[in-house]
């Protein structure tokens, strides 16, 4: 059961132009959404994060959008850049036991982002 | 700080042999973890600690096996390879408090099972 849906699986934007990736989930416990951005040969790095008591986050070009209602989180890029051309991966996570020891960090499969020039 | 080490970069193995996987940080990160990557899967999580002398498996647990002495050095070791492990293998770090938040990714191991 894949609890993280993620799309596209590849978006080619034009130098300045938007990038929108979607994301749904199931599980209504996730409480926290990350987006991990991953350049070629390299491992994924924490982009941006959003918390389900609030709609937007906006960092710099980044911005998620969430709708708690619909279960689906968005990230869009703003000016889009060829040195944005990565592979972004929503995530969505929840702590899995009362003593907190074990959380869950579900995974999208990921959208390759190119941004020509 | 060298965040997250893992070595080798990239590694060739026949079915049924053995290896280590070494993963490093110099972070003093409590929670420490592994993931594999394939195409068109996202990244799923193989194994995962919590501190020095503990462990717990994750998603796809089987034919992986992980120890943890130190807080700095978590290697995770496959017993007899299988051409399902072709993959690449990324270590990840967080302080514990963060675990559910912020993971800090090591560079991956690229690994080809013939």
């Known amino acids: 059961q894949q609890q993280v849906k993620q799309s596209p699986q590849s978006l080619i934007v034009q130098k300045g132009g938007i990038s929108i990736i979607n994301c749904a989930y199931e599980n209504t416990a996730f409480d926290y959404f990350p987006w991990y951005q991953q350049f070629p040969g390299k491992g994924p790095a924490l982009l941006i994060a959003i918390r389900p008591d609030v709609s937007e986050k906006k960092e710099g070009r980044f911005t998620i959008s969430f709708n708690k209602s619909a279960k689906q989180f968005s990230l869009h890029i703003m000016d889009s850049q060829p040195g944005d051309s990565a592979t972004y991966f929503c995530a969505a996570s929840m702590v899995e036991d009362s003593g907190g020891s074990n959380y869950k960090l579900t995974f999208g499969k990921g959208t390759l982002l190119t941004v020509n020039p | 700080n060298a965040g997250v080490t893992q070595t080798p970069k990239f590694q060739v193995l026949k079915t049924g042999q053995s290896m280590t996987l070494q993963c490093a940080q110099d972070?003093?990160?409590?929670?420490m973890s592994w993931y594999r990557q394939d195409p068109g899967m996202g990244l799923r999580l193989i194994h995962y600690?919590?501190?020095?002398?503990?462990?717990d498996q994750g998603e796809v647990p089987n034919g992986y096996n992980v120890s943890r002495s130190t807080t700095e050095d978590f290697p995770l070791r496959l017993l007899s390879a299988a051409p399902s492990q072709t993959s690449v293998y990324f270590c990840?770090?967080?302080?514990?408090?963060?675990?559910?938040?912020?993971?800090?990714f090591g560079p991956g191991t690229r690994l080809l099972v013939l």
């Open positions: 600690s919590v501190g020095a002398g503990i462990t």
């Open positions: 972070m003093n990160h409590e929670y």
């Open positions: 990840a770090s967080s302080p514990f408090e963060k675990r559910a938040e912020t993971q800090y």
